[in-house]
């Protein structure tokens, strides 16, 4: 029995930052990387099924970028998943959602999973492509924003809880393999121990090329083609005396609680 | 003449008033000769067909099939469309419905794509979308070179919704093929209300550190109260004991999971607490620094003493 | 006193010298900024600055020794000054140096604001910009002078900085007063240095705002505010009972019709006896949750209010710092946790409370005691291993934890756990080798600064 779950290692960018002399990105010295925070839900939800399923299952996490991203895979390996598999090649350094599921879709047919966790969304762009779009790609039933999930190892259904438009949440049940992308919250992500830690350095991680994927070139669907700062900052300030600001502040709650 | 197709969605039978802000978005790329088609899947599709005869749509495709929420049913309509009309565009509403479908069919479709789109135009003929990234800190301009048809999802209240009468023709469809692999079983039960439900409430007050000590914290019970607000905090405040853990917002603590109106007074806004709330459409930030990290994702701020703002506000609830 | 780096090799190893090679070895650029904030080496800024975006992520850190601020203000760049006229810890020479530099608008309105900004304020108050002048008016550093020059300019924003601006004197207010909209009046009437012949104008102003802001102004003639204390307005007595310029026994009118004003009422303290009686048995909730927090409530009164239907009143019994022994033991066992949980976080609780809250199964209740100096020591170290991290975190919090006890922080797999341990201020040396290695930068960052404090006072002891 084998999970593949899907990682990113995001940035997020400082409160004053400039952009690449290209303008199509942000100066990398502005930005600060840490492990995709729905992929520490996935990854949880994940080792919860192998440790139900005992020791012979496997958690393998698998990441699309370049040596920067291996912290993220060190992360996962820390909290308890088995191996690690890191793809790159610097082609892939324009690609988008779609192309990332391109080459995820590659390992899935390596790796043969019973199970696909993704994380729902990045928390840098949030464009909540990857996982459903290698759903598409591999033909996998799939379900997106899983909120709640009661999967055995190796069964060949899910029941889950899927979070719909308006609050609400759907219980339905799903063909398995699937692909699943993992909401916050369906559980409470653990911290890796020290000794966890540790071991992560010793646990194997694969780095693929593309032509160890058979893979020539990956389009994408899309292409950048300037990134800027919005003209304004996103907060509008209300000025004034303490009065006029609390004024002001009442009419808002006012107006959006209709009172 | 390219077409142009917007997918609008109703839930349980009702119809779902984004789709017409996708209708917008669509619109103002309209030019000359081109069709912009609306597809509905419903029960009764044409009882949507009257909210949908909007200025600018030639045409409404009726899909009687189910009131039900069927992305893979969604999927296979995107896929019909494609392959039967090679629309240069296809839109839906943004929201975690789409994220659903709409991957999954661009992919499959190798169509282009662009998720949460807030601006859209032609540039020298190029179909050019915008959207936002790194928590709203950069706006990106996205094109998609090669593509003939262009998948997109439009962020809800980016656009106005579609008005002005118009008089689409009616097209009937049969429901395409659809693979279905999953099955609906339910709804989950409403979650139980009573005590402090940082979780279910839409209007939170929060305190930070900025509050000072101990005995300042019953002055904003007293606020929360009078205002209709659930009193929240940041981790400081439950770590010294003046609040419950379960008023605390953030990782470790609460989801303010159904917050429409956030009020975050005196609260730095770390990682950890933004964890709690960011998602929330109104926030507020009230604090002295007018560099906390609160303020880079409120929607409005108050540069000031949050406890003469709270002494003003008591004077006005 | 920082001490001096001593020469590594020499026969003088100092207890700074030994921590600086070890650092120098590790080359971790956050524990060298901990000890940078004690130690002054010229390898451990090296370190610390070692990278662009290093010196990006120093130059906008408030926990930044001034003394690297000062460094990198002598060579910056765009990025750079701006993220220092923004930090808070930016000394002032490196500030006036960024003013050489002639930085642009917004960077001189981040100074003109700045805590540290006070030597250059005047020439910033004649800054071509209307928002730097601004700045300065709104910047609580600015004398009398400055704001008195900005205040003659026609401008709102700064009319309402001037207004509230800590050092306008009297004859800068009575300009205001003159020229201005009625919410800058309402500032100069709340203002200390408000001439008497403007609060007694304000005293009889229709606009209510204008008498509440009178009645708030500290220094406000003892008859005027009992006058204003029987204002037809509850706001404008409302702001009468808050200020403290009378004392609590003066004040007589627990039978206000406003239930918003008796709240004031009770939380006024040297109030008298009856009063105190007749606010407790207010038909208010709030009116009695704040007279149970009232320290000057006798033991009695707060027998009768730890009965209360309302738990929030109980709780307030609970916090009151004056409530015996003897109720805190009727509190220990009341159904409600957070009342409970109220009880634990005394440390004038008798010993036998303490030992019954030990069995409590609520996480309020438990973090409470882990917090409490009054916990015995095993305890505390039973909270430590509690399965809930946030109980556990409690005793990082607690000045009497025994060393078992953070020492079983110091593995804890909460970073936070062992970053709010890193914090302590009276962190045990063997604690602090072990966090230097820990994966989180901000346990390293906290805890070379707990070893390079310890060793910077050791070294100036010695020489």
Same mark, same amino acid.
């Given at each position: ?31 600060? *990387? ?67 599921? *391109? ?40 379900a997106a924003v899983v909120c709640n999930l009661e999967y ?5 259904t899910a029941t889950l809880r899927r979070e719909l438009?308006?609050g609400l949440e759907e219980v339905m049940s799903v ?5 699943l992308?993992?909401q916050?919250?369906i ?73 | ?67 039900d929420f069927q ?111 999953t099955t609906h079983e339910g709804w989950k039960p409403p979650a ?126 | ?463």
């Amino acid at each position: 029995m084998k999970i593949l779950v899907t990682v990113k290692q995001v940035a997020f960018l400082d409160d004053e930052f400039e952009m690449r002399d290209d303008d199509r990105g942000v100066d990398e010295d502005f930005l600060e *990387k840490d492990l995709n925070e729905f992929d520490h839900y996935s990854v949880e939800e994940a080792l919860l099924i192998k440790e139900a399923a005992g020791d012979d299952a496997e958690v393998v996490v698998v990441t699309v970028g370049d040596e920067d991203a291996d912290d993220a895979l060190r992360t996962a390996l820390a909290k308890g998943a088995d191996r690690g598999i890191r793809v790159w090649d610097d082609a892939l350094a324009e690609a988008d959602g779609v192309a990332i599921a *391109k080459v995820l879709a590659k390992v899935v047919e390596r790796e043969k999973p019973d199970m696909v966790f993704t994380g729902a969304q990045s928390a840098d762009f949030g464009s909540a492509v990857t996982g459903m779009a290698l759903a598409g790609l591999l033909g996998w039933p799939h379900a997106a924003v899983v909120c709640n999930l009661e999967y055995s190892a190796g069964a060949n259904t899910a029941t889950l809880r899927r979070e719909l438009e308006g609050g609400l949440e759907e219980v339905m049940s799903v063909r398995c393999p699937a692909v699943l992308s993992i909401q916050l919250g369906i559980n409470e992500p653990r911290y890796a121990s020290l000794r966890g830690i540790k071991q992560a350095k010793q646990k194997p991680v694969d780095e693929l090329s593309l032509d160890d994927l058979d893979l020539d070139s990956v389009g994408s669907a899309s292409r950048v083609r300037r990134m800027y700062a919005p003209e304004k900052g996103q907060a509008e300030l209300i000025a004034g005396s303490a009065a006029e600001q609390a004024k002001r502040l009442a009419e808002i709650i006012k107006e959006l609680r209709g009172m | 003449m390219a077409n142009l197709i917007v997918i609008a969605e109703q839930r349980d039978g009702e119809f779902r008033e984004t789709s017409l802000e996708a209708v917008t978005a669509i619109r103002g790329i309209k030019q000359g000769d081109d069709k912009l088609s609306v597809a509905i899947i419903a029960a009764d599709p044409q009882k949507h067909v009257p909210a949908l005869s909007v200025e600018g749509v030639d045409e409404v495709i009726a899909v009687k099939a189910t009131d039900d929420f069927q992305p893979d049913l969604l999927e296979a309509l995107i896929g019909a469309l494609v392959k039967d009309r090679a629309p240069s565009v296809v839109a839906v509403a943004h929201g975690v419905d789409a994220w659903s479908f709409a991957p999954t069919a661009a992919a499959r479709l190798d169509c282009g794509l662009a998720t949460d789109i807030m601006g859209l135009k032609l540039d020298d003929g190029d179909l050019v979308a915008t959207r936002a990234g790194y928590a709203e800190k950069v706006l990106v301009d996205i094109d998609f070179p090669g593509k003939e048809t262009v998948l997109l999802t439009v962020r809800t209240n980016a656009f106005e919704p579609a008005s002005g009468s118009g008089s689409p023709e009616v097209t009937e469809m049969a429901p395409p093929e659809a693979d279905v692999a999953t099955t609906h079983e339910g709804w989950k039960p409403p979650a139980d209300a009573g005590g402090i439900d940082i979780g279910g409430s839409e209007f939170i007050l929060s305190i930070g550190r900025g509050v000072g000590d101990e005995s300042n914290v019953e002055q904003y019970l007293e606020l929360a109260e009078s205002m209709g607000a659930t009193l929240g905090c940041s981790r400081p405040i439950a770590d010294n004991g003046w609040l419950p853990k379960a008023r605390q917002v953030g990782q470790s603590g609460q989801l303010a999971a159904n917050c429409k109106l956030y009020i975050a007074m005196g609260v730095s806004g770390s990682v950890q607490h933004q964890w709690g709330m960011k998602h929330v459409e109104n926030i507020v930030a009230v604090n002295t620094d007018p560099e906390a990290s609160i303020f880079s994702i409120a929607r409005y701020g108050i540069v000031g003493d949050m406890a003469e703002i709270a002494e003003e506000l008591e004077n006005l609830f | 006193m920082n001490a001096p780096a001593a020469k590594i090799g020499t026969a003088s190893v100092t207890p700074a010298s030994a921590l600086i090679a070890r650092l120098v070895e590790a080359g971790d650029p956050y524990a060298a900024l901990g000890a940078c904030v004690h130690i002054t080496d010229a390898t451990l800024d090296q370190i610390a600055l070692a990278t662009r975006r290093q010196r990006l992520i120093v130059a906008a850190a408030s926990y930044a020794p001034p003394r690297l601020l000062d460094i990198l203000s002598q060579d910056a760049d765009a990025p750079l000054i701006l993220r220092l006229a923004k930090n808070p810890a930016t000394p002032a020479d490196a500030l006036a140096r960024l003013m050489q530099g002639r930085p642009p608008a917004r960077v001189r309105r981040y100074i003109a604001a700045h805590a540290n900004a006070g030597a250059l304020l005047p020439q910033l108050s004649q800054d071509t910009s209307i928002e730097v002048r601004r700045a300065v008016a709104g910047n609580a550093g600015a004398p009398a002078d400055v704001i008195a020059r900005l205040a003659t300019e026609a401008d709102g924003p700064i009319a309402r900085a001037a207004a509230a601006a800590p050092q306008a004197d009297a004859a800068t207010l009575e300009h205001l007063w003159r020229t201005c909209d009625e919410w800058v009046r309402a500032d100069v009437v709340a203002h200390p240095n408000c001439p008497p012949g403007i609060l007694a104008e304000a005293e009889a102003q229709e606009d209510p705002l204008i008498r509440r802001k009178c009645a708030a102004n500290p220094a406000i003639p003892d008859d005027m505010l009992m006058r204003l204390l029987a204002d037809p307005d509850e706001q404008v007595r409302g702001a009468a009972v808050r200020n403290l310029a009378i004392s609590g026994d003066r004040l007589d009118k627990a039978g206000d019709p406003s239930a918003k004003v008796r709240r004031l009422f009770a939380r006024r303290t040297r109030l008298a006896r009856p009063m105190i009686a007749r606010l407790a048995a207010d038909a208010d909730d709030w009116v009695r949750r704040w007279i149970a927090r009232n320290p000057d409530v006798p033991a009695d009164v707060l027998g009768e209010l730890a009965q209360d239907p309302e738990a929030a009143v109980r709780r307030s019994v609970s916090r009151n710092p004056a409530c015996p022994p003897d109720l805190l033991s009727a509190l220990a066992v009341d159904p409600q946790p957070w009342v409970r949980a109220g009880v634990a976080l005394r440390d004038d609780a008798p010993d036998a409370v303490i030992a019954l809250l030990l069995d409590d199964a609520d996480h309020d209740v438990l973090g409470a005691l882990g917090r409490n100096p009054a916990t015995p020591a095993n305890h505390l170290e039973m909270i430590a291993r509690h399965p809930d991290k946030d109980v556990r975190r409690s005793v990082a919090f607690n000045p009497a934890a025994p060393p078992d006890a953070l020492g079983l922080l110091a593995q804890d797999v909460y970073p936070l756990n062992r970053a709010i341990l890193a914090g302590r201020g009276d962190l045990a040396r063997a604690l602090a080798l072990r966090l230097l290695d820990d994966p989180e930068p901000q346990v390293r960052f906290a805890a070379a600064a707990s070893l390079a404090r310890a060793a910077a006072t050791t070294t100036s002891e010695q020489q």
